[in-house]
DNA sequence: GTGAAAGCGCTAACAG
DNA sequence: CTGTTAGCGCTTTCAC
């Protein structure tokens, strides 16, 4: 009894015909709008259950302005992080209907902006969003969100200034635990390496570094712009390694970067923690099978997911939830593992 | 000079009335289509840019039955390599001006089915496939095919007598290499925990590992299914070596499962290579900053997401490029690394 | 070379 | 309750 696997084109005009009743007629009874006969609608829906009928959704975009897509805007896939978060959007999203038009932006502004106005253009219900850049693209957000109306969340990010919905990480908190931890640690040498400047990550855990200049030996040349990048991650450990006089740890910005500095380490034969420690934003499956178990402070990106699909889903129904806008800000964890040394 | 960044609603109409010309003058004169004096043809684009116009994808869907849509369909997007090949297939789409549905399948027939539907019913232009099942799905695999003359490309993996274009690796001779690596060093007892039973490489994997049911030790207690899933993996790899007769050598078919064997092996406090040698499908960044390395034969996603791309690239310029399947198997890349022992 | 008209599949007034 | 009509934005005959 297995169900036609081949739905060959057919319209509602198709059924129609079947039961020789107009197009909208049919229409209305499909759609569970009022003014159909219990008896013909019943009619109705077992034809078109039979012949397999599924609406064009190009036809009812075209119409209802209503497309059933949600663009998703990420950096990467690679290393987890979004890549988690995206799956996590899908699922909470899958089952209502809406699909995934995926938009990896690579942190390049331009590409942004490209894919939001192509999803404009595509009439996408709703927009998911961990911007390329803390400022650029503010005012083509605002567009989108005041002019055309499609509700956008940012998440892990956000634009400054642009009023919509978000749910980030206490990236603050992040910081001052890493450096509250280093410093009971016996540590005041201390690098960081950080994300790509513009990322608003980056921006926010850089100026919480720099507020600690007075607790810590601050030295301009411990800290250096992996660009969230492994390959520029283990260039700036490896220079900041080299230098005369060296940091006892160093925090690094992200996964990606902590990749390229254990490379570094390696390459350089410096034992971790004696020769130096190490402590990081984001966790992973494989920091804590590194040999030493990497310390650092996470985010759970299931649930940042799950909590901007919520966001939206919840836009998406209540078109005029109005001006309250839902602002979340997550706590991070602490992972104490292994990656740094007491000093004396 | 900034481009006007709220391209508000401009249809051809618009165009049209601005320049008292109708509609399918326009549209012929925005299409290159022949039938319009030079002139004419350079005002109305003039005024389109102008104007911002771009064209309604839903209208164009509708009518012209393309969308500029690609369906991609994967297990996951965790772990790098599906993550990968999705990143690059995105790249080598995207300037032509091809956007991708993204539909994670997770390993699920029944939910790789729904979305072949929907991607039918959405019109997309083509599919990108990994498929969940070596068997599930093939009629609608073919229905898609031949009926509705959509596009599909497997890669990474495929259905078993659907005929159309892919691109895999050579899982065999990924097999023969790692177990002829191992039987080299000395080793005899040998298990293998493979990926999730259906999918195309693991079948193959498996069938492979068989057919050296007789240069080696063969237990049925060291094959298991580690269900392509980190935890199972562990738990597999827990029950062997708990068993009364524990192999010398593992095979790990996927990177995910490798976290997990590893893991369990730290539990244990086991000792790679020397209390268990480990090898393993797939590469990943942090296989080689592992202790020991991981020795792996890898394959390259980027490559596997760029040919697939190309592929249905052709396919979709040359509609009628018929009969001819382009069926690539890409070599796999041996990595010799520190996680296996010299066994006397 | 240009315009008018039909229609893709659907929804939503407006009439009966 | 049901059918007719119009139209979303675009492409494509078919006339002129």
Not at 51 to 65: C, E, I, M, S
Not at 164 to 191: A, C, F, P, Q, W
Request: some cysteine; overall charge positive.
């Amino acid at each position: 009894m297995e169900r036609r696997v081949t739905l060959k084109k057919v319209s509602l005009k198709a059924i129609a015909q079947q039961l020789n009743v107009s197009v909208s007629t049919v229409s209305r009874a499909l759609n569970g709008k009022p003014g159909v006969s219990k008896r013909l609608r019943e009619q109705i829906i077992k034809v078109a259950n039979d012949l397999g009928y599924t609406p064009d959704p190009l036809a009812v975009g075209l119409k209802r302005g209503t497309t059933k897509l949600i663009g998703i805007l990420v950096p990467e896939l690679k290393g987890d992080f979004f890549a988690t978060i995206v799956e996590s959007v899908e699922r909470a999203l899958y089952h209502l209907g809406y699909r995934l038009l995926l938009c990896p932006t690579e942190d390049d502004p331009k590409k942004e902006e490209d894919h939001l106005k192509i999803l404009v253009n595509q009439r996408v219900d709703g927009i998911l969003s961990a911007p390329a850049n803390f400022r650029s693209n503010k005012s083509l957000y605002e567009a989108i969100i005041n002019e055309h109306k499609i509700p956008v969340v940012f998440f892990d990010r956000l634009v400054e200034g642009v009023e919509t919905d978000y749910v980030i990480s206490d990236n603050e908190e992040g910081m001052r635990i890493l450096l509250e931890y280093l410093i009971s640690k016996g540590h005041r040498k201390i690098g960081f390496i950080h994300p790509l400047r513009g990322i608003y990550t980056s921006e926010i855990r850089l100026k919480t570094f720099l507020e600690y200049k007075d607790k810590i030996v601050f030295q301009e040349e411990w800290i250096k712009d992996g660009k969230s990048s492994e390959e520029d991650a283990k260039e700036a450990f490896t220079t900041i390694m080299r230098s005369k006089e060296k940091p006892t740890a160093i925090i690094v910005g992200s996964y990606h970067m902590t990749l390229g500095c254990l490379r570094a380490a390696k390459e350089m034969m410096l034992k971790i923690p004696e020769d130096i420690s190490i402590v990081s934003f984001d966790d992973a499956p494989w920091n804590e099978i590194f040999e030493p178990p990497i310390t650092c402070v996470s985010q759970d990106p299931r649930e940042i997911g799950l909590i901007a699909s919520t966001i939206l889903l919840s836009r998406l129904k209540n078109k005029k939830m109005g001006e309250s806008r839902i602002q979340t800000v997550l706590k991070v964890k602490f992972l104490e593992r292994l990656s740094v040394a007491f000093i004396k």
